[in-house]
Structures are given as C-alpha cells and as structure tokens.
C-alpha cells in the first residue's frame, strides 16, 4: 500500500495557496484604490511634480483645502467689515447731545439777553464810530428805495405816453390824407407826434437806465451791507451775554465750586470778544468802501439822467419851434376860399 499522506498535504498546500493569492490581490486592490484619492488631492492642490503620499504631505493637502474654503467664506465678512467701517465715522450720541445743549444754553443766554435791552434792563455795547454810520445807511436806503419806485413809475408812465403819442401821430398822417383841405395841419400834428413819441421813448429808456443801476445799488450793493449788519448785530449780542455772564460770576464769592465756572466763563468770553472784533473791523471797512462807491455812483448816473431830461427838452422844444415856421409859410388854398353863404348872397 502506497502512502498517501504526502499528496493530501501537497493538495492541501494547493488548495490554500490560491486562497492566499487572492488575499494578496485584495490588499493589492485596496492599495490601488487608495491610490487615486492621493492624485485627486494633488491635483486639487496644485502640486504638480513628485509623488509623495506621506501623512504629512496629505495633511498638508487637507489644511490647503481648509484654508481655501475659508477663504470663500470670509468674502460677505469683508464686506460687513467695510459697513462697520464707514459706520464708526458716525457722531457718537453724547456728543450730539453735547451739541444740542451748548446750543440750547448758547440760545438761552442770547434770548435773555436781547429781552433784556428792549426792556431797557440790560447794558449794550455800543461802537459810537459804526453804529451811526449803520443808522444813515439804513436812512439812506430806505430813501434811494422809495426814489428808485418813483423812477420806475416814471419810466412806465413815459413808455406808455410814447405810445400813445405814436398811434395819436398815425392818426393825424391817415387824416391827412383823407381830408385834403385840411392836409397841411393835420400833417404838422402827425409830424409833430411822431417826434415827441420817440423823443419821449429815448427818456423813458434813460430813465430805465437809471432806475437798473439804482436797483444793483440798493437791492445788492446795499442790501449786502445791510446783511453784514444784521450778523454784526447778532455777534454783538452774544458777546454781551457771555459779558454779563462773566460780570455775574465775578460778583459770586470765589470757591471751589465757582472757580472753574469762572475761568469756563473767562474762556468763552475771550473767544467772543475776538469773534466780536473781527466781525466789527470787517463790518467797518465795508461800510467805508460802501460810502465811497455810492457817491461815485450816484455822481455818474445822476448826470446822466439830468442830461437826458435836458436833451429830450431841448430837442422838443427846438423841433417844435421850427415846425412851427413850417406851418405858418405854407399856404392853404381853401382858406382863400369864400364861403357858401357868401356865394349865396
């Protein structure tokens, strides 16, 4: 009897080999399928050279996408970061609040202040060299004010007049002609009107002429002082607020508690007077230079006006005069004429 004993342990060995290779090519698969996640993340991350599949070479990888990512988040985080930006320029609420309350008690102080003078309660500063000059400009406007309305009456009333002149001188020419014994006055009248009507629009457009310049002068020239001297005004009040504030706190018996009140009160003081001195010099020297163009300008188209009165006059008078003359040495056949009663007697 043969031994069989070998050939069942070569078959075994047989049959546990092929179990073993296909264990290998399991592992073998799995390595090659991990193989492609590793290219996919190279690729992802842009490395394009070398193989390295270590761990820290993946981890790398990982943190790069995560980076990557965060930085798609953080894109609205920017433009939330710029609102806020332009959101701290804002005026904080205490300070608004302070505003208001410096310019509620600045107020105050200016209202008592001015309800006291007209009360004749309060003391006023008063400049014996500006505030008279500012009395007469005010004088002086409301006069050249009511002389420029009178001017511009005038003018209308001329331009008008003119008018009625040439279509009285239409007239008078269609007359004319139509009525030939009376050819030769009507003609003289028609002449006569036609002139004066454009003598009299020639003055009325003078006279419009005056009134323009005197309206730049008054409703401009003057009226931009004027402005000025309001602001003076309303400066000079202030300052003697914070005036009679300062001399109330100096009356006070001095302690810890009116000290600062009373060097506050000195600071604001300061700052006003300055305010009210440069504001005063400015309104001065405006008021100098207003005198002087106003003299000048008066000086020009006062003249003016009163040449053109004279030349419309003149020119008037000289044309009727020589018509006239033209009238008398021109015969007229039917006043020679004998009348119809006459003929019958």
Known sequence: MTDTRPNRRIQRRRMMEPSEENHVGVESSEEEGEAPPKEEEQSECGHGGGDDDSPAHSAE???????DQSKDVSMPARS???????????????EKFQRVRKWSINKFKCTRQALSEKLGR????VDLELEP????LKDDRQRYDHM????QSLANQLAQFSATQKSLGDAFTELSS???ELHVEFGV?????????????????AVGAFTADMNTLVNKTMEDTMINAKQYEAVRIEYDAYRVDLEELNMEPRDAD?????????????????????????LSVKVKLLEENRVKVLHNHLWLLHSAMAADSISCHSFLQQNMRRAESLHNPSLDASSWLEEDS
């Open 122 to 125: 309060g003391s006023k500063t």
């Open 80 to 94: 939330t970061s710029t609102v806020v930006v332009l959101g701290s320029n804002k005026i904080p609420a205490s």
């Open 133 to 136: 000059r500012l009395d007469l």
């Open 189 to 205: 009248n028609a002449e006569a009107q036609k002139h004066l009507s454009k003598s009299t629009e020639a003055l009325s457009a």
């Open 258 to 282: 009116t000290l600062p009140k009373l060097e506050d009160a000195q600071k604001n003081f300061q700052a006003q007077r300055d305010r009210y001195q440069k504001v005063r010099d400015d």
């Open 178 to 180: 139509k009525s030939p």
């Open 148 to 151: 420029t309305k009178l001017a």
């Open 61 to 67: 990888a990982d943190v790069t996408v995560e980076t």
